[in-house]
């Protein structure tokens, strides 16, 4: 007996989703081109249920590219744009503002906006959507007191976005929470006390303010300008001789001495295992380290690889090679060189240039996402 052509045409669509299920992440393309051969596949790929499956299937979100931007000494031309290191092509950012952070498919732009009323500059943060192009939020920075340095100047302060549930139980997997409720964690060397010390502030979305000031221990060293890092539930900032820590559960901050052989170019990361890392470049190559925490919560670091950069340019010195940035669940960091942007799978040690143009950027950020083509209309056959 014929099976009827409902039911025919439903198992026909289950072997079709099996198979678009399977198509890499990072080429959305393909995916787009798949849903442009029918309406019968235009109807699966566009479906919620789809891309929630996709997520599920492939578990890590590729890097769909980076967001650069110019270091701060930058004042003319764009300060930020997209660089593409798949077919995924963003929608335009604000050129005029400078990408600080990039967590669970949100990028964290900080500008600077006139207040007419108070007749100075306010700095100003937007939450923006790469895919969508959409700004999820604007804000201002916590308002400048007696508590906090005059300014807030590049080794004064850092910020981070990151999904809000995160500061909970984490029982989010960050794979498709890019529209969801969201924190930001802004760090700040201020003075209470007569003494140097750590100020730091909570923005949450769904409370739309800020939390009160937290105050934390003395800190007379820059705080790096540099990405920042989410290990289990905490926030992780560099400074120059010590590592921030920000439990995001109980509102504390402390200081993690950085390990001895660290002088430069270091780059906070986090292991497979959700630990915090760290990589810093040496004469000798790429050295990888790994927090431990001994008797009596004593905190250490153990080195736990050195990569040789032999796939790098060879006419470029050591010192001119600077880590921009790092994707945080695929384990693969950025390396700017004379000749353009590189990165560098660090379970492989594959190395892959993604830009030509080394100037584009001081600072990068990975953009995680992953992106299934919307086509509401075309699949409804409108």
Known sequence: MAPRPAAAAALMDELVEEILLRIPPD???????????????????????????????????PMLGFVCTAGPWCTSGPLTSFVSTTSFRSSPARLDYRAVDARHGRVLLHGEIWNHKRKHWDDSLVVWDPITGVERARLTLP?????????????IWNVAVLCASAAVDDACDHLDCHSGPFLVVFVARGRRWGRSGMCAQVYSSEAAAWSHRIYGPRLSE?????PSALAGNSMYFLCSKSVLKFDLTTREMSLID???????????????????GLANMCSDGLHLWSMEVGPNEVVGWAQSKVIKLTELPPGDPIDSLSLT???????????????????IDLKSVRVTKVCQDSSLACFTFPYMSFYTPALGAAASAE
Request: charge should be positive.
């Open 27 to 61: 080429d959305p393309a393909r995916l787009l081109r798949a849903a442009l051969v029918c309406k019968r596949w235009c109807r699966i790929v566009s479906d919620p249920g789809f891309r929630r499956r996709f997520c599920e299937f492939h578990r890590k979100p």
């Open 143 to 155: 308002p400048r007191s007696r508590h906090q340095e005059a300014n807030h100047s590049s080794g």
């Open 222 to 226: 820059h705080i790096e300008w540099v």
């Open 258 to 276: 950085l390990p001895q052989e660290t002088f430069s170019s270091a780059m906070l990361r986090t292991t497979e295992d959700a630990v915090l």
């Open 325 to 343: 940035g790092f994707a945080h669940g695929l384990d693969v960091i950025l390396v700017c060189t004379l000749e353009g942007i590189f990165t």
